[in-house]
């Protein structure tokens, strides 16, 4: 079945071409410059269609080890380079995460109008299209176009949409990514070259037996361009100021989908391709993930600011995520699948309430708000749903990823390392709960006096990510099903092969 396949890039790519065309046919003979209301329409209607596919693919999944809906033709034959797709129980939740964000992205833009909305939603949809083409990309080459054609749209995004800041914030980010794109390619061809066809096939990755000091540098190189993605400390100075400048359709993109590109490149291409890299290099990165942890939680406490304290929020989440990729067990990797969900569903979540913050109040000092849940009730339970998700309060969805990576981490190191990393569930509980108290309750200021609550599409997502966070909270099987039976494939494929080379460097 290659079709389910080639529709979840062909439906983006297509919107994205009709929503810039009409909406400039439209522009032609508009006099108005806003124009905001086919572009939104269309770009959401070709997401649900995406989203229709995901859900095809999800009831006809069967959850094995065996890639599945896979594609494959020749694409440049002189140079080994396939197009191949494939969805497996990894792939999966990751596909799922895109096609489901994305309309609830849309749909919380809006109350946006956005001057040339029919590039900007066309960009959204072309970046749909890059993620998904990592996602279930089968050749390396594929996959790197995937990784650039999904970081095109958001420098553009930033640069074009977002705040006051943008450009040289935007310049930083694309320099920082640029250049762990450039050097993973390297790693690439390199690993092209060693392949006895001189093919991109991951399969032929896999079972190359490269000596220990070159899967070393192998291992650095696509290190560099994931950790940068997720990001990992002291990668990570250019997403503070970027999520805070982004727009916010646009922040939602970064952090609840494209930082799961570095996520799943870590489990899908560095260990494997590289586990004597990993053996090396393996507690460094954990080291460097609960650095991370505890340094971003500090600085959250510190924030006055609603989109930076949630920025440096996420670091702190994605950090406890990364040192669970690389504690590489069925515990800790069963929990990274998870809590990448979660953390996406709750990302945006935060990201939207706090949208609807600043769009009311024109302001976003933690400081000078407060008592908006005496005016928005629906807005403040709804903001309380998320934020205890967030902090992996028990029966919603943060809290059996989080378990899941703390026990998977403990399975591997000692209990003083468990107990840094764990510090991210108790510091995120206290500068969340910090912030929802100096927002949402004590004595109205200034703007709050008059402060709305949430009605129609703000009442539709909020409604909707609250429900997924309350469900996969006490019925989290379905999800760890799916991923099972291939991530222990995959650690067994990373044992069989240290075993087969050996560790010598």
Not at 382 to 393: D, K, N, Q
Request: aromatic share 14%; charged share 10%; with cysteine.
């Amino acid at each position: 079945m290659e079709l389910p396949s080639l529709l979840l890039l062909i439906i983006p790519i297509v919107g994205s071409l009709l929503t810039l065309l009409l909406s400039k046919r439209q522009d032609e003979y508009s006099s108005s410059d806003t124009g905001n209301g086919l572009p939104k329409t269309l770009a959401f209607i070709f997401s649900l269609a995406s989203l229709a596919v995901a859900v095809y693919i999800l009831a006809n999944f069967v959850p094995d080890a065996s890639s599945q809906f896979v594609v494959n033709y020749n694409w440049i034959y002189s140079m080994g380079i396939n197009f191949k797709l494939g969805i497996d129980g990894i792939s999966l939740p990751f596909v799922l995460l895109t096609n489901g964000l994305i309309p609830l992205i849309i749909l919380a833009s809006f109350k946006h109008n956005y001057r040339n909305a029919g590039s900007f939603y066309s960009l959204v949809l072309f970046m749909q299209a890059g993620l998904l083409l990592v996602f279930t990309a089968k050749d390396a080459f594929l996959f790197y176009v995937g990784w650039e054609a999904a970081l095109i749209p958001i420098y553009f995004i930033c640069g074009l949409w977002g705040g006051e800041n943008r450009v040289p914030v935007t310049i930083k980010f694309f320099i920082y990514t640029m250049l762990g794109s450039l050097i993973m390619l390297i790693a690439i061809i390199y690993l092209y070259t060693q392949t006895p066809q001189k093919t991109f096939d991951i399969d032929a990755f896999y079972q190359l037996q490269l000596h220990g000091y070159e899967q070393s540098w192998i291992f650095l190189a696509f290190f560099l361009a994931f950790a940068i993605k997720i990001p990992i400390f002291p990668f990570h100075t250019w997403q503070p100021d970027t999520y805070t400048e982004a727009p916010t359709a646009g922040t939602m993109l970064l952090s609840g989908i494209m930082l799961k590109m570095g996520i799943y490149g870590a489990i899908r291409w560095l260990v494997p391709v590289a586990p004597l890299g990993f053996v090396r290099w393996g507690d460094t990165v954990v080291i460097l993930s609960i650095i991370g942890i505890v340094y971003a939680s500090i600085i959250a406490f510190t924030q006055r600011d609603v989109k930076r304290l949630i920025a440096y929020s996420s670091i702190a989440h994605v950090g406890l995520i990364a040192a669970g990729i690389f504690a590489w067990n069925v515990q800790s990797l069963q929990g990274a699948m998870l809590q990448m969900l979660n953390h996406g569903l709750d990302a945006v979540g935060l990201f939207f309430i706090a949208d609807i913050i600043i769009r009311r109040l024109n302001h976003r000092d933690i400081n000078n708000m407060g008592g908006i849940a005496k005016t928005a009730p629906k807005f403040a339970i709804g903001f309380l749903i998320i934020l205890l998700g967030s902090v992996a309060l028990p029966l919603t969805n943060g809290f059996v990823g989080e378990f899941l990576l703390l026990l998977g981490i403990s399975s591997t190191y000692n209990v003083y390392t468990v107990a840094i990393a764990g510090l991210s569930v108790i510091f995120g509980a206290v500068y969340m709960l910090r912030m929802y108290q100096k927002v949402m309750l004590g004595s109205r200021e200034g703007n709050t006096l008059i402060f709305t609550d949430i009605t129609g599409v703000e009442y539709l997502v909020i409604g909707i990510i609250c429900f997924f966070v309350i469900a996969i909270g006490i019925f989290p099987n379905p999800v760890l099903h799916l991923s099972e039976a291939s991530v222990k494939n995959l650690i067994e494929v990373v044992q069989n092969k240290i075993q087969t080379i050996g560790f010598t460097y």
